[in-house]
């Protein structure tokens, strides 16, 4: 991984445009070439970004290194650095991934074996669907055939909204899987990531571990 350091200006072109003014930022860029720019009140969520598969040029325009990133689809992201106050470059390695709690990874199992209670007629694709950003809990298809991302929490909270937002942006740019839908399951969901999931078109189920468990009722209450 590059992590640099640097005051920049950043101008996306592409499906529309925008522009970051100059300002200190961090640049990460990933062993995927993927590339994001973060500031230092924004949590994790960056700025922009650029997801891989994708290209860098670096280039000098006017006395300031330029980075040009393209990707698959000709969109641009453009950043014109006026003065590096950090370059270094860091081997990670292969990262072991994410280790789910009991419950919840016992709740991807038994839903993915049980995918008929999202809908009458779907099927299972794949479970830790692998794409560059992290697997997806599960992809399956609905009864029309559509392809669906699953995204499962015990509590799920606006982080795990933004989580599969990035992973149906992505596998949406996969013509043998798009159009990807989205769902987001849970035993309990935040007002909030509700609110925000119901923006995305994005549907929220609440799971029942007992019920899938077999223990009671053998629904899901949806909402």
């Known amino acids: 991984m590059r992590l640099v350091i640097a005051r920049c200006s950043v101008d996306y072109a592409g499906r529309l445009t925008a522009h970051l003014p100059s300002a200190p930022r961090l640049i ?72 789910k709690d009991g419950v919840e990874a016992h709740l991807q199992e038994l839903l993915a074996d049980r995918m008929e209670t999202l809908g009458e007629g779907w099927s299972l694709i794949r479970r830790e669907y692998p794409t560059a950003i992290g697997p997806v809990d599960i992809l399956g298809r609905d009864a029309d055939g559509t392809t669906v991302a699953v995204e499962i929490k015990r509590r799920g909270e606006i982080d795990g909204v933004e989580q599969l937002t990035r992973y149906l942006e992505l596998l949406n740019r996969d013509p043998h899987l798009a159009p990807v839908k989205g769902v987001f399951a849970a035993q309990e969901i935040k007002p909030q990531a509700r609110v925000l999931a119901t923006d995305r078109d994005i549907r929220c189920v609440t799971l029942d571990y007992d019920g899938l468990r077999g223990f009671e009722d053998d629904k899901l209450r949806l909402f």
């Not at 330029?66 to 390695?93: C, F, P, R």
């Open 28 to 99: 990460l860029v990933k062993a995927d070439q993927s590339v994001s720019i973060h500031a230092d009140d924004r949590a994790y969520k960056p700025l922009n970004w650029m997801s891989p598969p994708c290209v860098l040029k670096e280039s000098d325009s006017n006395g300031h290194t330029v980075w040009t990133v393209e990707n698959k689809a000709g969109e641009k992201l453009i950043i014109t650095m006026e003065e590096v106050l950090h370059d270094s470059s860091h081997e990670l390695g292969v990262d072991p991934g994410l280790i």
